[in-house]
């Protein structure tokens, strides 16, 4: 009887000793662990939503832009234009009192293209900002291959500069929004001072009937 206890108890503590060795071999092999990276980086995440915010209107940034600033960015157009008055055309036409005239038209002599010379309508303010902005995007099929100028600031320094060389056309108006705020702020200024000064004239009347 004890021969055979003490086999049953052999076959369960040898049972034991290999279902530990099993658990011991699988933990190693099969257990999940933490990778090094975790995922694939996104580009933007957790940054502001919808991207940078919008800068001002181009008819705003226009009321204080600056012609010399407007200047110095137009050396980015001096390889294919010039501005003098009489001067030559280069790659692109001569661009002296270019502001306000046909589009495609401005210089009669000058190959434009045709996506040019079909597109209406004059330089005005938002059609050279459109233009500048992107000229293929303005008028495709262009043979500018500027890219254009993303920087708003820049594209009103250089309007105003465009302007000052024989064109003279008048600044557009600001939008309306854009002085709403600052109405919106003198109108509140009058109504503190109201609330302020009440305790002073409510102090003043009751002084005659403390007397």
Same mark, same amino acid.
């Given at each position: 009887?004890?021969?055979?206890?003490?086999?049953?108890?052999?076959?369960?503590?040898?049972?034991?000793?290999?279902?530990?060795?099993?658990?011991?071999?699988?933990?190693?092999?099969?257990?999940?662990?933490?990778?090094?990276?975790?995922?694939?980086?996104?580009?933007?995440?957790?940054?502001?939503?919808?991207?940078?915010?919008?800068?001002?209107?181009?008819?705003?940034?226009?009321?204080?832009?600056?012609?010399?600033?407007?200047?110095?960015?137009?050396?980015?157009?001096?390889?294919?234009?010039?501005?003098?008055?009489?001067?030559?055309?280069?790659?692109?036409?001569?661009?002296?009192?270019?502001?306000?005239?046909?589009?495609?038209?401005?210089?009669?002599?000058?190959?434009?293209?045709?996506?040019?010379?079909?597109?209406?309508?004059?330089?005005?303010?938002?059609?050279?900002?459109?233009?500048?902005?992107?000229?293929?995007?303005?008028?495709?099929?262009?043979?500018?291959?500027?890219?254009?100028?993303?920087?708003?600031?820049?594209?009103?320094?250089?309007?105003?500069?465009?302007?000052?060389?024989?064109?003279?056309?008048?600044? #557009? &108006?600001?939008?309306? /929004?854009? =002085? !709403? $705020? *600052?109405?919106?702020?003198? %109108? @509140? +200024? #009058? &109504?503190?001072?109201? /609330?302020? =000064? !009440? $305790? *002073?004239?409510?102090?003043? %009347? @009751? +002084? #005659? &009937?403390?007397?």
């Amino acid at each position: 009887m004890d021969n055979r206890n003490n086999t049953i108890f052999g076959w369960v503590l040898g049972a034991g000793i290999v279902a530990l060795g099993l658990t011991s071999v699988s933990t190693k092999f099969f257990a999940p662990h933490a990778p090094e990276k975790a995922g694939y980086a996104v580009e933007g995440a957790g940054g502001a939503a919808g991207g940078a915010a919008a800068g001002p209107a181009i008819e705003t940034l226009l009321q204080t832009a600056d012609a010399a600033k407007g200047e110095a960015v137009f050396g980015k157009c001096a390889a294919c234009h010039t501005i003098n008055a009489g001067g030559a055309n280069g790659i692109g036409p001569n661009l002296y009192g270019v502001m306000g005239t046909a589009i495609g038209a401005h210089v009669p002599s000058f190959a434009y293209s045709d996506a040019l010379k079909t597109h209406g309508g004059n330089w005005d303010w938002s059609n050279m900002d459109a233009w500048l902005a992107s000229p293929r995007r303005f008028a495709d099929g262009t043979k500018m291959s500027f890219a254009g100028l993303s920087s708003a600031e820049d594209r009103a320094n250089l309007m105003v500069y465009l302007n000052a060389q024989g064109s003279n056309i008048p600044l #557009p &108006a600001a939008p309306a /929004a854009d =002085a !709403a $705020p *600052a109405e919106g702020d003198a %109108a @509140a +200024a #009058p &109504a503190e001072g109201d /609330a302020a =000064a !009440a $305790p *002073a004239d409510a102090a003043a %009347a @009751a +002084a #005659p &009937a403390a007397s």
